[in-house]
C-alpha cells in the first residue's frame, strides 16, 4: 500500500461566509459583481521597487528615488481600495531611505565640518610660518 491510499480524507470546516464563492485559484469572488470578473490583488510593483532602490539608498541619489517611489506606492495603494497590497514594503522603504537620508545628512555635515576645520588649520600653520619666515629676513 502506498502513502496515498492509506490516507484518510479529511474535510475542512469552512471559515468563509456562505455568500461568497471561490473559484479554481482560491481567490473568493465578490456576490455583487454581475459579469463574473474578479477583481484581483496584487503586490504593488512601485513598492517593491520603491524598497529596492532604498536598499542602494547608502549611495544618496537611489535612497532619494526610493524616497519618492515609496510616496507613490503609498497613494497608490491608499487609492487602490484594496485591489493593490504591499503597504508594508511601501512603508519600510519609506523608513529605510529616511534612515539613509538622514545618515548622509549627517555624514556630509560632518565632511563639511571637517573640511572647514582643515583649511582654517592650514591658514592658521601658514601664517605661523609666514611670522616665523619674516624673523630670518
Known sequence: ??????????????????????????????????????AQTQISVTAIVALVFSVFGILLIPGIIGLILAGISMRQINKSEGRLLGREIAVSALVLSSVLLIYHLIFLGAITAAAAA????????????????????
Open 118 to 137: 582643515a583649511s582654517a588649520l592650514t591658514g592658521a600653520i601658514n601664517g605661523f610660518f609666514e611670522s616665523i619666515g619674516g624673523w630670518f629676513n
Open 1 to 38: 500500500m502506498t502513502m496515498e491510499e492509506t490516507r484518510k480524507t479529511v474535510k475542512k470546516k469552512s471559515s468563509e461566509k456562505a455568500a461568497t464563492v471561490k473559484h479554481d485559484n482560491g481567490t473568493p469572488k465578490d456576490p455583487s459583481v454581475a459579469d463574473g470578473s474578479v
